[in-house]
């Protein structure tokens, strides 16, 4: 059984996202270090709508991204069972290790997506906050 299908309509419907949004990417300010974020309906919701929908799109992105960390983690010991590896100027060079970054980097964003869900459906901090630096050696301009 192949688990490569279902990502295909998902790959387009990113796709279209990313690109759909992309003409708003001048309107993220970099001095505050926001994010992009295209608000065209959700501001106008009430509250309690805002909260349902942030709730049900974190859920969705931990699963989504446990599914591809749990599918690339298979591609991963695929590779590391053949033992893949590159020939460059005659030598064998291991690639399978390479293999083994993208499920460890899905399950991490799947892990913090379903943190922040808890975190907003209990109404805690999830401690996951932006890092604000301050120094004297610092220049002002850079911790705006």
């Known amino acids: 059984m192949s688990l490569t299908c279902p990502f295909i309509p998902l790959f387009f419907l990113c796709r279209f ?3 759909s949004r992309l003409p708003f990417c001048p309107c993220s300010d970099r001095r505050k270090n ?5 608000e065209l309906l959700t501001k106008r919701f009430p509250d309690n709508i805002q909260k349902l929908l942030l709730v049900i799109s974190t859920i ?6 446990a599914l591809v960390a749990a599918r690339t983690g298979q591609e991963a010991l695929t590779q590391y069972n053949n033992g893949a590896f590159s020939m460059e100027a005659g030598r064998k060079v291991l690639i399978w290790p390479s ?6 980097g899905f399950a991490m964003i799947s892990v913090v997506a379903a943190w922040k869900a808890i975190a907003i459906l209990t109404g805690k901090k999830s401690g996951l906050s932006t ?3 301050e120094g004297s050696y610092i220049p002002k301009d850079l911790t705006k």
């Open 131 to 133: 890092l604000s630096i």
């Open 17 to 19: 996202t990313i690109w």
């Open 99 to 104: 293999y083994f970054f993208l499920p460890i």
């Open 60 to 65: 969705l992105t931990s699963i989504v991204t």
């Open 34 to 38: 926001d994010h992009i974020a295209v």
